[in-house]
T-cell receptor, first 109, second 116 residues
Framework: GQNIDQPTEMTATEGAIVQINCTYQ??????LFWYQQHAGEAPTFLSY??LDGLEEKGRFSSFLSRSKGYSYLLLKELQMKDSASYLC??????????WGAGTKLIIKP | GAVVSQHPSWVICKSGTSVKIECRSL??????MFWYRQFPKQSLMLMAT?????????EQGVEKDKFLINHASLTLSTLTVTSAHPEDSSFYIC????????????FGDGTRLSIL
């Protein structure tokens, strides 16, 4: 079967750095996506990785290792507005998105 | 770029009413649109995938006759919840993907549906 695993909840301090991990087992691979979802709102697209390595976009970076079935989202200089759920999703061989359950990130002052 | 508009944002109606939700891609053509449902504090649940000009593909357990999907053009898909009941109350979110297969899905703002 297809499976995406990510921690249910994480807590971090304002100004710090946090890494949210995602491991996956899917039928084929056409890329991994990270989305941010604030409570009561729809998800917004953060990043896309299809090749191994690190993609940096401002305070957010995303890393992929296809051989390990592993990705992480790195958030630097955390701000209170970063409190949200972060969703990992993998596109399988049929170009269907397989969604993780999301990681709720709580930022404390 | 990649803006998806979803209307209405909120719907409150009586049991037995049918409700139509529209999803439009404003600045790109979307061959594929997706409809999700999300209950409070739970993850996204894919209901159906719709491709322009063809019938939608429903996920297991989703009633086709209950949730009617029409994808008449490359920029518009609609979801109609027929004869809605209180258990249909939920947050419904659409997303759209551009022509190429490995493009990200871009989401509308969602529709909060409350059936009294």
């Amino acid at each position: 079967g297809q499976n995406i695993d990510q921690p249910t909840e994480m807590t971090a301090t304002e100004g710090a750095i946090v890494q949210i991990n995602c491991t996956y087992q899917t039928s084929g691979f056409n890329g991994l996506f990270w989305y941010q979802q604030h409570a009561g709102e729809a998800p917004t697209f953060l990043s896309y990785n299809v090749l191994d390595g690190l993609e940096e976009k401002g305070r957010f970076s995303s890393f992929l290792s296809r051989s390990k079935g592993y990705s992480y989202l790195l958030l630097k200089e955390l701000q209170m507005k970063d409190s949200a759920s972060y969703l990992c999703a993998v596109m399988d061989s049929n170009y269907q998105l397989i969604w993780g359950a999301g990681t709720k990130l709580i930022i404390k002052p | 770029g990649a803006v998806v508009s979803q209307h209405p944002s909120w719907v409150i109606c009586k049991s037995g009413t049918s409700v139509k939700i529209e999803c439009r891609s404003l600045d790109f053509q979307a061959t594929t649109m997706f409809w999700y449902r999300q209950f409070p504090k739970q993850s996204l649940m894919l209901m159906a995938t719709s491709n322009e000009g063809s019938k939608a593909t429903y996920e297991q357990g989703v009633e086709k006759d209950k949730f009617l999907i029409n994808h008449a053009s490359l920029t518009l898909s609609t979801l109609t919840v027929t004869s809605a009941h209180p258990e249909d109350s939920s947050f419904y979110i659409c997303s759209a993907r551009a022509l190429a297969g490995n493009q990200p899905q871009h989401f509308g703002d969602g529709t909060r549906l409350s059936i009294l």
